[in-house]
T-cell receptor
Framework: GNSVTQMEGPVTLSEEAFLTINCTYT??????LFWYVQYPGEGLQLLLK?????DKGSNKGFEATYRKETTSFHLEKGSVQVSDSAVYFC????????????FGKGTRLHILP | GAGVSQTPSNKVTEKGKYVELRCDPI?????LYWYRQSLGQGPEFLIY????????DSGLPNDRFFAVRPEGSVSTLKIQRTERGDSAVYLC????????????FGPGTRLTVL
């Protein structure tokens, strides 16, 4: 079945460091791919998404490119801030048009000042 | 505008009791989803409504779990004979309902079964 695997955390970086959180997926067909973020004490928020191969999603300085050949959707940011500390979830939507989202286990990110 | 709201925010109950969790979706959203998030895990799909009907309930773990959406807006997730393993954060999300539309999540209800 469809699944998402993302790097385990926690990931600890200093402010202004470069961030990569790896995500790979297994799916039939052509799923849409997402990164969701959960800030401390808040609900899940969509960070970015890509709906077809080679699409790049971007938001708040974060980027991820839908790579069908490597079945990956790695999250990157060039210069992280303390306010980026959160849990990040890679996810995909089912391809049979029922819209349910399958999430990875999440990666906790700590940014040190 | 108002986002997805869920009540209660926290619920503590005893093993064997019945609980109801409520979700108010964003106005105009026809699709509504329930997910369950256990500690240290990503959310897991439970059930999906399109309008009043459950379009996919394949994620419900067993027949103790049931959800309704009688008027196509508010939804209630009902858990009978609660077990300690039901303890988790229950998340609700809504969307306009078209394929790949963004799902907007509520803050969740943290259920603790003692």
């Amino acid at each position: 079945g469809n699944s998402v695997t993302q790097m385990e955390g926690p990931v600890t970086l200093s402010e202004e460091a470069f961030l990569t959180i790896n995500c790979t997926y297994t799916a039939t067909g052509y799923p849409s791919l997402f990164w969701y973020v959960q800030y401390p004490g808040e609900g899940l928020q969509l960070l970015l998404k890509a709906t077809k191969a080679d699409d790049k999603g971007s938001n708040k300085g974060f980027e991820a490119t839908y790579r069908k050949e490597t079945t990956s959707f790695h999250l990157e940011k060039g210069s992280v801030q303390v306010s980026d500390s959160a849990v990040y979830f890679c996810a995909l939507s089912s391809t049979n048009r029922d819209d349910k989202i399958i999430f990875g286990k999440g990666t906790r990110l700590h940014i040190l000042p | 505008g108002a986002g997805v709201s869920q009540t209660p925010s926290n619920k503590v109950t005893e093993k064997g009791k019945y609980v109801e969790l409520r979700c108010d979706p964003i106005s105009g959203h026809t699709a509504l989803y329930w997910y369950r998030q256990s500690l240290g895990q990503g959310p897991e799909f439970l059930i999906y409504f399109q309008g009043t009907g459950a379009a996919d309930d394949s994620g419900l773990p067993n027949d103790r779990f049931f959800a309704v959406r009688p008027e196509g807006s508010v939804s209630t997730l009902k858990i009978q004979r609660t077990e300690r393993g039901d303890s988790a954060v229950y998340l609700c999300a809504s969307s306009f309902g078209e394929f790949t539309d963004t799902q907007y999540f509520g803050p969740g209800t943290r259920l603790t079964v003692l």
